[in-house]
């Protein structure tokens, strides 16, 4: 919004949908028309994908104030994966018509898409390394440290409102690995475990961790 002029964002206001989702409530479905661009009021969100045999795969955790999606609403193409809302969220549809303007009409938030799209990209950059160069530990914490991306994630707390099966599915390890992990990390007074959460303690530790510098 800091890039819009007034009339363009009253337009944005006005043509933007707010729903509400309990957690466990699909967002948005893999194969629906890419008709909305995603932005979280408040909760979090999870991007995911369910094989024909049931089994599933997350990509990414997307907490509040963070957008997800731009890339499907930019080429039209069906979504390729599934939302699904991690707690009790808000979120905010901005129509593609609306998204399109916008990229047409405002020369400040064209170079914010490319910044948010450049950081994306960075991300799951960032995520194969990881998952193919570090051990579990490492891929754990940088599961966690990503969500503190400042260009993807402005909004992010040290309470996060996650559960170890959730860092299980984002890490791409068992949840049992997962729970090592996270515990292991409690221990050297990085994070906190709490119920159905994750307290963050010590960023630049967790983060030397998810480089693989811990």
């Given at each position: 919004?800091q890039?819009l002029?007034?009339?363009?964002?009253?337009?944005?206001r006005?043509?933007t949908?707010?729903?509400t989702f309990?957690?466990?409530?699909?967002v948005?479905?893999r194969?629906a028309?890419?008709a909305?661009?995603?932005?979280?009021v408040?909760?979090?969100?999870k991007?995911e994908?369910?094989?024909?045999?049931?089994?599933?795969?997350?990509?990414i955790?997307?907490p509040?104030?963070?957008?997800?999606g731009?890339?499907?609403?930019?080429?039209?193409?069906p979504?390729?994966?599934d939302?699904?809302?991690?707690?009790?969220?808000?979120?905010?549809?901005?129509?593609r018509?609306?998204?399109q303007?916008?990229?047409k009409?405002?020369?400040?938030f064209?170079g914010?898409?490319?910044?948010?799209?450049?950081?994306r990209?960075g991300?799951?950059?960032?995520?194969?390394?990881s998952?193919?160069?570090?051990?579990t530990?490492?891929?754990?914490a940088?599961?966690?440290?990503s969500?503190?991306?400042?260009d993807?994630?402005?909004?992010t707390?040290p309470?996060?409102?996650?559960?170890?099966?959730?860092?299980g599915?984002l890490?791409g390890?068992?949840?049992?690995?997962?729970n090592?992990?996270l515990?292991e990390m409690?221990?050297?007074?990085?994070i906190r475990?709490?119920?159905?959460?994750?307290?963050v303690?010590?960023?630049?530790?967790?983060?030397?961790i998810?480089s693989?510098?811990g």
């Open positions: 919004m890039e002029t007034p009339d363009q964002a009253e337009r944005v006005r043509e949908i707010c729903r309990p957690a466990g409530a699909t948005c479905m194969g028309p890419s909305h661009w995603i932005g979280v408040e909760g979090m969100l991007v994908t369910v094989t024909a045999g049931g089994k599933s795969a997350s990509f955790g997307v509040a104030g963070a957008w997800v731009e890339g499907s609403v930019i080429k039209g193409e979504r390729p994966y939302v699904v809302a991690i707690r009790d969220s808000a979120v905010a549809f901005v129509p018509a609306t998204f303007w916008l990229m009409e405002s020369h400040g064209s914010w898409l490319i910044g948010q799209l450049n950081a990209l991300h799951f950059i960032a995520m194969v390394q998952l193919r160069l570090n051990d530990t490492a891929q754990v940088y599961c966690l440290a969500l503190f991306n400042r993807l994630y402005p909004g707390t309470q996060l409102a996650i559960s170890q099966e959730e860092i599915r890490s390890v068992s949840r049992q690995i997962a090592r992990a515990h409690q221990d050297r007074g990085i475990i709490g119920y159905g959460s994750i307290e303690l010590d960023l630049p530790a967790l983060q030397a998810a693989g510098n």
